[in-house]
């Protein structure tokens, strides 16, 4: 299927869901000057910490659950947790079983209100069940059970784009672990018109319960595709006609970068960032000055910085 739109300028761009070879782009000269002014590529600094990947994953916190080649199990990604999750869940269109309350007070007469209105079964729950259910997230007196969230794939989350008529903007996560991080992470895709997140399927967090709390319910209105591969990503994405953008230490400055395109933001695990497979296949690196004594920045803060600056760009031009 191929999709075609046009930006305020007359320029087109061109998306299909598989190419059988070669790359077009369809802009000006822009990004080929762009281009040699980045050939160098050192790398920027979202959380470039001194742990080793190998240690990462041996680091095992409690509440995840690892199998014998070290990758940690999902947390049960039916319950979402939390007012303002359960807000945004009874808002979208996935299915709920329960709802858990404990008590009757400030916001949670309304969602129980909305609740029975939809004919979801509400439960009374004393606190140290949620507290039990909730693997010491805070609940707030209130957990939804739901379906599952589904995944979609990179070319659903390009004819998002195409239907609205808008240059992809996209965040692909290379390994974030932390569940709070990666939520973060979809709040702000969320908050700045991002059309999806990317996110592996081994060696980083899916879309737990923690991930929705921690993304304030915006996780239910986020396509989030997850791979089997990052690198495997980047080049499809390249290959619809989207630039690939790392996140990495001593990038391009970020305030001098062209975002006036399809793009995809590649943001990098909290210990190792972006690996070295994945910055070689990306189109450039960008890095965020510093100018503190600390030397880099969480991901999810790195990811805000660069995305809304990048939203803006594709907006105003």
């Not at 680091?59 to 007012?83: H, N, Q, W």
């Amino acid at each position: 299927m191929l999709y075609i739109f046009a930006n305020s300028t007359g320029r087109e761009y061109r998306f299909m869901e598989k190419k059988e070879s070669g790359r077009k782009r369809q802009q000006d000269g822009s990004g080929d000057n762009q281009r040699k002014r980045y050939d160098n590529r050192p790398g920027y600094g979202a959380d470039r910490g001194n742990r080793s990947r190998e240690k990462t994953y041996t680091d095992r916190k409690p509440g995840r659950e690892f199998d014998a080649a070290g990758e940690y199990e999902e947390e049960d990604t039916s319950l979402v947790i939390g007012r303002n999750a359960v807000r945004e869940l009874l808002k979208s269109e996935r299915p709920v079983d329960k709802l858990y309350v404990a008590g009757r007070e400030g916001s949670i007469v309304a969602l129980v209100a909305e609740a029975k209105k939809a004919g979801i079964p509400v439960v009374d729950a004393d606190m140290q069940k949620l507290d039990k259910m909730a693997r010491g997230e805070n609940h707030q007196g209130i957990i939804a059970q739901a379906a599952a969230k589904e995944y979609c794939s990179i070319a659903d989350i390009l004819a998002i784009a195409a239907e609205k008529n808008e240059m992809p903007l996209i965040v692909v996560c290379d390994g974030v672990e932390d569940p709070h991080n990666l939520g973060a992470i979809i709040r702000t895709a969320e908050c700045c018109g991002a059309h999806g997140v990317v996110i592996p399927k081994r060696r980083a967090c899916g879309l737990t319960a923690a991930v929705t709390k921690a993304s304030a319910g915006a996780v239910e209105h986020v396509a989030v595709a997850r791979v089997q591969n990052i690198a495997s990503a980047v080049e499809e994405l390249k290959e619809a006609g989207v630039w690939t953008f790392a996140a990495e230490a001593g990038g391009a400055d970020f305030w001098d970068t062209d975002f006036h395109l399809p793009c995809a933001l590649v943001m990098g695990s909290e210990g190792s960032g972006v690996s070295r497979l994945v910055k070689e296949r990306c189109d450039f690196l960008v890095s965020i000055p510093m100018y503190g004594q600390v030397n880099s920045l969480n991901v999810s803060a790195a990811t805000s910085i660069l995305l809304a600056h990048a939203a803006r760009k594709q907006r105003m031009g």
